[in-house]
C-alpha cells in the first residue's frame, strides 16, 4: 500500500496526525511533510483513518 499527501493542499491543521501519529508526521507549523510513501498493509486502517480526517482532501492511500 501507499500513501501520497499532497502538500500543496495541505492547510496544517494536523488532523491527521492527531488520528494517526504513526503514520502522519508534521512539520513545525503543523503541516504534513510527507510526501509518497509504502505502508503495510497492517497500516492501513491508521492510514485511511487520517485520510478520512483531512478536511482538505489531501491525502490519497492506495493499493499499489
Ligand atoms: S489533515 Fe490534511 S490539511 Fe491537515 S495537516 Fe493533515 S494533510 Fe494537512
Redesign the pocket.
Known sequence: MRVK???D??????????VSPEI?Q?DEL???IAGEFAITEEAGEAAFR?AA???????TVFFS
Open positions: 499527501v499532497n502538500r493542499a495541505c492547510q496544517g491543521n494536523g488532523r491527521c496526525a492527531a502522519f508534521l503543523g503541516y504534513n487520517g480526517e483531512c478536511p482538505e482532501r489531501a491525502i
